[in-house]
């Protein structure tokens, strides 16, 4: 089933022809061909090789939809257009995103894949001229890979306070020690952006200041223990990654020290608007397919759509999917007035659209039975990754705590809340 995506009254001409020309690649190109295009959905299982023949097939088939987005001018959403990038502000990017979810790994195909675009953007906004050159420019050729190296197995992720992988000044080097875990693209990367504190050497390692450094994989101490199994795989590209006295330059130090903290939260802020717009994309293909199988599907003498309770499923769907859609929406218009002002307002969708995205494909699951558990349908991806966003970017309980703190303080004030805004 193609993605039925109009063009909206509500929003301008631009952003209206950039859904409709993203809406017609994943119709035409990518929905047609996702066995191709992804070996998960060939039922290619962990540690199992494919044929040269399908990997060919399949990297030549990426390459012609790559080639086309690039030519319709729809790549790389993220980055401003000096650096090959659509220049999209937030909200013009998050309805785009909504029609790339549709489709099963679309978005890497228009040159947005994590952890890459978000390293992207740290190093355009922080990057120095030389910084910009050497990894950046790199990365959005593809000729090199990134990843993202924060999240620590023995301090809380929620918590950035609790830290402790240090950088030492000795001389024009920066000496390392750390060990972490969860740092994504770990196979495959060539340099991971880590999240660590500069302190004197001896000192406690939870009181420096946060800072972000560039440490190529390759470097002498950096030592990449696993890739960490997850929802029963073997192994993913989730690494866990020890760093023993890794030296690198100075000039590798990602904007000021100090500005660590900060650069994290502008990674993600802004990734907590993508991952709830792609949830919303996603919810839309489940709430196809749901929809398709009660359509078709005959139980029990009757089509599962005249069952009260497939109606039921339809109604609450489609409630989960509006709400969810029209409050991320929300939120994106005023990260474009100002990251800060949206801290409310993107804690709240990170909290409500997860769960939302669980219930609908589970409701889908439901209505396909078995075959909504198997490979030849998208759902049980659907299904892991969302329970996975109530965990990444923050836990529903972190966000939630922020949400009524900054209530109080607005009340503190001697304001109540305002809602229209």
């Given at each position: 089933m193609s993605m039925n995506c109009k063009p909206i009254a509500t929003v301008d001409e631009r952003i209206n022809d950039i859904r409709m020309r993203t809406a017609q690649i994943v119709n035409e190109d990518i929905l047609p061909n996702e066995s191709t295009l992804w070996a998960r959905r060939r039922g290619i299982a962990d540690g199992t090789d494919e044929s040269w023949t399908a990997r060919k097939d399949m990297l030549e088939l990426r390459a012609e939809i790559k080639e086309r987005v690039k030519k319709e001018g729809l790549w790389a959403p993220h980055l401003p257009a000096e650096y090959g990038g659509m220049g999209l502000d937030f909200l013009a990017h998050a309805y785009m995103n909504e029609v790339l979810a549709y489709a099963i790994g679309a978005a890497s195909l228009f040159g947005v894949v994590a952890p890459n675009s978000g390293n992207q953007s740290i190093l355009v906004k922080y990057g120095t001229e030389e910084q910009k050159q050497k990894w950046l420019l790199p990365l959005i050729d593809g000729t090199m890979e990134s990843g993202f190296s924060m999240t620590e197995p023995h301090n809380p992720g929620s918590d950035p306070r609790s830290l402790d992988t240090t950088a030492v000044l000795d001389g024009d080097h920066w000496v390392i020690n750390g060990h972490k875990w969860f740092t994504s693209n770990?196979?495959?990367?060539?340099?991971?952006?880590?999240?660590?504190?500069?302190t004197?050497?001896?000192a406690s390692p939870k009181?420096?200041?946060?800072?972000?450094?560039?440490?190529?994989?390759?470097?002498a101490g950096v030592d990449i223990v696993r890739g960490i199994g997850v929802w029963g795989r073997s192994e993913s590209d989730h690494c866990e990654v020890v760093y023993r006295d890794v030296r690198v330059p100075v000039d590798n130090m990602l904007g000021r020290v100090g500005e660590g903290h900060q650069a994290a939260q502008d990674r993600l802020g802004a990734g907590r608007i993508y991952h709830c717009m792609n949830s919303v994309g996603q919810m839309w293909r489940a709430f196809d397919l749901m929809v398709e199988r009660a359509e078709s599907r005959t139980v029990h003498g009757g089509l599962l759509k005249d069952k009260q309770f497939v109606q039921g499923f339809i109604a609450d769907s489609y409630i989960d999917i509006q709400s969810s859609r029209l409050m991320t929406l929300h939120a994106a218009e005023k990260v474009d007035?100002?990251?800060?002002?949206?801290?409310?307002?993107?804690?709240?969708i990170k909290i409500m659209v997860p769960a939302a995205y669980s219930r609908v494909v589970d409701?889908?699951?439901?209505?396909?039975?078995?075959?909504g558990v198997s490979n030849d349908l998208p759902l049980a991806g659907m299904y892991m990754g969302a329970r996975t966003l109530r965990i990444a970017?923050?836990?529903?309980?972190?966000?939630?705590?922020?949400?009524?703190?900054?209530?109080?303080?607005?009340?503190?004030?001697?304001?109540?809340?305002?809602?229209?805004?």
């Open positions: 770990g196979i495959e990367a060539d340099f991971f952006i880590v999240m660590c504190r500069v004197e050497r001896g009181e420096g200041p946060m800072a972000q450094i560039i440490v190529p994989t390759a470097t007035g100002g990251l800060q002002g949206a801290r409310t307002d993107i804690s709240a409701r889908a699951i439901q209505v396909w039975g078995a075959a970017d923050g836990p529903d309980e972190v966000h939630k705590i922020l949400i009524a703190k900054n209530v109080f303080g607005q009340y503190a004030k001697g304001e109540s809340w305002d809602f229209g805004n």
